[in-house]
């Protein structure tokens, strides 16, 4: 028997001040699952839309290369051993 078959034979032994609480329920969780269908962006775009304000020369003095010496850009410790 189908999930579908099961309810409906439920809801027929249910009181009917019960089943408006149960449709209100069954209400709230359709729209729940249509306002889900959000697109969700790459996180490259993601990353684009925040950057695209900030002019080129400001962008131009970020140094090169943050992520290999990130210790030493926020604690002047450089954790590269070479």
């Known amino acids: 028997m189908q999930t579908k078959e099961l309810i409906i034979q439920e809801l027929q032994q249910i009181p009917e001040i019960e089943l408006t609480q149960i449709l209100n329920y069954i209400r709230a969780v359709k729209q729940k699952s249509n306002s889900k269908s959000t697109e969700y962006k790459p996180i490259w775009e993601v ?3 925040i950057i695209k304000d900030i ?5 131009e003095t970020l140094p090169p290369d943050g992520a290999e010496k990130h210790d030493y850009y926020l604690y002047q410790q450089d954790s590269i051993k070479e």
């Open 47 to 49: 990353a684009d839309d």
């Open 55 to 59: 002019p080129q020369e400001v962008l």
